[in-house]
Nanobody, 114 residues
């Protein structure tokens, strides 16, 4: 199963930006969908953005226009560029590889202060 390692989380002020990275142990070009999920404190994990291997994208409504998912197949890395961050974006962010089942990274924490 593919191994995923996220990085790039941290503390940022409201209105700031962060870029999350997800390094995969295998060729992500053959993985059907790469996605970012998040789990806010005390809430369920939810999908934030996804990208299929034919570059179709999906964004959760609250992040449309602010977040951008991208993939670098040559380096087996997926990114989530997050702009105009809000306190409600505070969560642990997880990278996922969806190919039959789902492989998860360990998560990276994002905290947005008001």
């Amino acid at each position: 199963q593919v191994q995923l390692v996220e990085s790039g989380g941290g503390l940022v002020q409201s209105g700031g930006s962060l870029r999350l990275s997800c390094a995969a142990s295998e060729n992500i070009g053959v993985i059907s969908v790469m996605a970012w999920f998040r789990q806010p404190p005390g809430k369920r994990r939810e999908v934030v953005a996804s990208m299929s291997n034919d570059d179709r994208t999906f964004y959760e409504d609250s992040v449309k226009g602010r977040f951008t998912i991208s993939r670098d197949n040559a380096n087996n890395t997926v990114y989530l560029q997050m702009n105009s961050l809000k306190p409600e974006d505070t969560a642990v962010y997880y990278c996922a590889a969806i190919q039959g089942g789902i492989a998860w990274g360990q998560g990276t924490r994002v905290t947005v202060s008001s």
